[in-house]
């Protein structure tokens, strides 16, 4: 079950959020993911927010599968973009073989820390092989609610690296750095790609 609390918070900073995370063009991070996938790859985008990640994937020949567990940034989706965003949460992901490519950039640090093998398994199976996998997550040690509310699990890049590795793919490429965010304090992140061997 997703953190009411941080579901809440979403929702009442839906529009605050899309204003910051807004650049007008996809960045580095998301055109190097983009560029793994072929025309036409069916991508889930998960914890999709005001769905701009999904706008970029579509107008470069993708199909993005948006889904979101806030109401309000799955409505913001919609009506920004015009994008078939829906309402899920990541125990929604259930299949095998779904999708040539996942996007998970800052959504999955809102899973606690015991789940999160468990989900990045599932995701996996609903990968393809030769799919790729991006997650972006805060670094660091332990569970905490940062000063709006919203509850974190922060891992150290190791740790990633292990919940990739546990699940059967391979990481392609890691980068950390540093990014104020919505609560104004300066976090440092990790961000990977990971890929599905085409033989899995």
């Not at 910051?20 to 580095?28: A, T």
């Amino acid at each position: 079950m997703p953190d009411a609390r941080t579901i809440a918070v979403y929702d009442a900073k839906a529009a605050d959020y899309a204003r910051m995370v807004d650049s007008g063009g996809p960045d580095q991070t998301l055109r190097d993911f983009i560029s793994t996938l072929p025309k036409g790859a069916r991508v889930l985008d998960l914890g999709c927010g005001p769905g701009g990640a999904s706008a970029h994937m579509r107008n470069a020949g993708l199909i993005p599968d948006p889904v979101d567990a806030s109401p309000a940034m799955v409505a913001l989706a919609k009506e920004r973009f015009g994008l078939e965003a829906r309402l899920a949460t990541f125990d929604d992901i259930d299949g095998e073989a779904l999708y040539d490519g996942i996007w998970a950039n800052f959504s999955l640090l809102h899973a606690p820390r015991a789940d999160l093998p468990r989900l990045f398994a599932a995701l996996a199976r609903a990968l393809r092989p030769g799919g790729h996998f991006h997650v972006g997550l805060k670094t660091g040690t332990g569970e905490a609610r940062d000063a709006i509310d919203r509850l974190y699990t922060y891992v150290t890049v190791e740790e990633l690296h292990r919940l990739f590795t546990d699940a059967g793919l391979t990481v392609v490429s890691t980068r950390e750095g540093s990014e104020k965010g919505l609560a104004g304090t300066d976090d440092p992140f990790v961000l990977c790609l990971a890929r599905k061997p085409a033989d899995a």
